[in-house]
């Protein structure tokens, strides 16, 4: 997991979602280059893609340990990063190790 100083909060939000927009099978990846000090991490996944709080959670926790594996990388380069869930994923698939593992890898692919 990563600090919550580094997570954007709810009210700095909406500054960070005009940058370059990234897509991957299920969303899209919006990164920005921070003119702050540190540099801020987002998942968004909202109750269309996964009904229940316990999936959503599990999906957040795979996306901060991808950016905590990235982060001096993404530090240096002063970049913020928004993972957007835009399409439906059925429990199954969260579940699914062959699925979490090329999710995984588009994320990263994404990022770097």
Known sequence: M????????QNEFMNYLRGKRSSFSVGEIIS??????????AV?????VLSKAHERNILKRMCFAIIAEQLEKLQNDKKSIIILFQKKISPEQINNSEYCEQLIS???????
């Open 106 to 112: 588009e994320i990263k692919k994404t990022i770097s």
């Open 44 to 48: 968004v996944i909202s109750k269309k």
């Open 2 to 9: 990563i600090p919550a100083k580094l997570k954007i909060k």
């Open 32 to 41: 920005k280059t921070s003119t702050e000090q540190s540099p801020k991490y």
